[in-house]
Structure formats: C-alpha cells, structure tokens
C-alpha cells in the first residue's frame, strides 16, 4: 500500500512533536521531583534548565496544535497527555 507524500509528511511532524513534547515533560519531571538528578548545579543553572523545558514543551504543543488545525481533517484525541497529578497539559 503507499501512501501520499503528504500523509507521511505530515505524519512525521506530528510524531516528532509528540516526541518533543514527551522529552520536554521527562525534564520538567526530573527537575522537579528529582532534585538529586541534577547534581552539582547552581540555582542560576536549573532556572535556565526549567525555562528551557518550558518553552521545548510549550513549542511542542504549539506545533501539536497547528497540525491539527492546518493539516488534519479529525485531530486525534491523544494529541495532550492526561496526568491525574497536574491535570490535562
């Protein structure tokens, strides 16, 4: 079966995103519940490390979004990850 150019185009954004997004997250997890993780860093290094994760996940979601809206007919639900701690992000 072969499918369209664009499918796979947009496909790999999509995904790519999500992979984003999913790296994003696990940093923002590290750093704030597991302080330990991050050694030996100043105060200076782990604000510069938390904007840093903010604005990867941030972006993600954008992008997540802009697909959806631009390029998808019907946006899958899983485009945001649930977590029951902090809610839907």
Known sequence: MSMKFSDVAISYMIHKAQADRAAA???????????????????D?????????LASLADADDRIETINKYFTPNPPDN???????IGTI
């Open 79 to 85: 485009t945001r990850t649930a977590r029951p701690d």
């Open 45 to 53: 290094d782990l604000h510069k490390n938390l904007d840093e994760a």
């Open 25 to 43: 997250l696990t940093s923002l997890t590290i750093l704030l519940e597991h302080p330990a993780g991050i050694g030996d860093h100043s105060t």
